[in-house]
């Protein structure tokens, strides 16, 4: 039987969740403008929105690792960014 092997910490857990919030915000604004110039049934937008979902996915199942691996060290800020406050 293969030994198992050891879980992301939770270092690498933030610095990829880093990234991963980045890069969705970054497909975000890709899709939102190639939409606004081509529409959203062109193929350029189409493949911008798909490559955001998939980042999108990514940052879930890490979610749910992370969740696994480290309860203890859990917190949805570490792939999805941290709540801005509303000030009323």
Known sequence: MPAKKAPLTLNEHRAMGD???AR???FANLWVSLSGRYGTTHKAPKAAKRAMDAVDELRNQLDSQLCRD???DF????YYGARESSED
Do not use: H, Y
């Open 19 to 21: 990234t991963l919030i």
């Open 75 to 78: 917190d949805p800020a570490i």
């Open 70 to 72: 480290l309860p203890d």
């Open 24 to 26: 969705s915000r970054e």
